[in-house]
Structure formats: C-alpha cells, structure tokens
C-alpha cells in the first residue's frame, strides 16, 4: 500500500495548487485576494445554506461536490476574470485540466470529468444553483469591500448587470437583492454608471 499512498499524495498535492491561484476577488472587506480553493469551500458552504434556506429540492451531495470541483481546471488554466473581454478558451483549457488531473494515478474519483462537465454545461437545479452562488460570492466581496475589484478594474453598471442577468429567471430574490446592491454601488461611486 506504500505505494499506493505515494501516489495518493502526491495527487493531493496537485490538488493543493489549486490554492495557488489567485482570483481578482478581494476578501475580508479587500484585505486581500481570494485563491480558488478558498473560493471552492465557501462556494461548496454557500450552496448547501442557499439550498437549505430556499427549501430546494436538490441533491446536496452533487451539488457539493460539484462545488467543490468547479474551478479545478484553473490549477493548469488560471482564473479567468469574469469581466475579461475574452473568455472563449478557458472552459476548454479548464476542461484538460480536469482531464489530467483525473487520469492521475493516485485519484479515486472515476467520475471526476462527468461532474465537472455536469455543473459546467447542465441544466439542473444543482447545476444552476452553483451557477447563481458561484456569481453571487465575488459579488458580495465587491460589495463588503466597497467596489474594490470593479473600481481597480474601471467596470461598469452595464458590466455587472449583463454577467448576472440570468439569475432572474431562476433565482428571482437573488437577482432583486443584487439590483438593488448594484444601485447602491452606482450612488456609492464603486461602479462607474454606464
């Protein structure tokens, strides 16, 4: 089993470089980045309360894990800034990058690709759920930390509402509470209006 254990270590240790990327969301109130695998577990955290709360009829173990597995892929891609002008290459990127990761010798999880690709172009209540949360957190952080991402960045009103508008049609509260935050950032001066 020596051996064994070997090579499951040091497929934790790729896991781990997952905490090595960076995203441009800043936490504690802009105290300093947010890395992926932080991101990962409050996703996971977030999702599990939302489906609680909302009293959603959801498998919480899918959607777990598909949380935790969502941003795999960037430990060989990088994040991809969600208001970048362009996106087109990083779910194909991300994508090999799970695919390595679950060929590795030392990982268990056979289902590894399939959930990854699930919650990346399903259309389940889990897979929508993470979707929604997945967009809310970063939202909440430019919140809590008075626009500090968007005023680095010089993003627009425009901006964040077209990267959240989908969120209407599924999570209609969600979707109120962020318009209103989005006016109050507009009046605070944290989001440029246009």
């Keep these: 089993m020596s051996n064994g254990l070997t090579a499951i270590t040091e497929y934790f ?19 300093r980045l947010e890395n992926s695998a ?7 955290m977030a999702c599990w309360t939302i489906s609680r709360s909302f009293k959603l009829d959801v498998s919480e173990e899918k959607l777990l894990k598909m949380a935790l597995i969502h941003d795999l892929g960037e430990i060989d891609a ?9 996106r087109s290459s990083a779910h194909s990127a991300e994508r090999d990058g799970v695919k390595r990761l679950e060929s590795h010798k030392g990982n268990a999880v056979t289902e590894l690709s399939i959930l990854w690709e699930e919650q990346e172009t399903g259309t389940s209540i889990e897979t929508k759920l993470l979707k929604v949360v997945d967009r809310m957190l970063p939202f909440l952080h430019n919140i809590s930390s008075e626009g500090k991402t968007w005023r680095e960045q010089s993003i627009k009103r ?6 959240h508008a989908f969120i209407a049609n599924d999570f209609p509260d969600i979707h ?4 209103d935050n989005i006016q109050m950032a507009v009046r605070e001066g944290w989001l440029q209006d246009a």
């Design 13 to 31: 240790l790729e896991l781990d470089a997952l905490k090595l990327i960076n995203r441009r969301t800043y936490i504690d109130g802009g105290a």
């Design 38 to 44: 932080e991101h990962s577990w409050h996703l996971a």
């Design 78 to 86: 990088g994040d991809t800034f969600l208001y970048a002008s362009d």
């Design 158 to 163: 425009s901006q964040v509402l077209k990267a």
């Design 176 to 179: 109120a509470w962020m318009l």
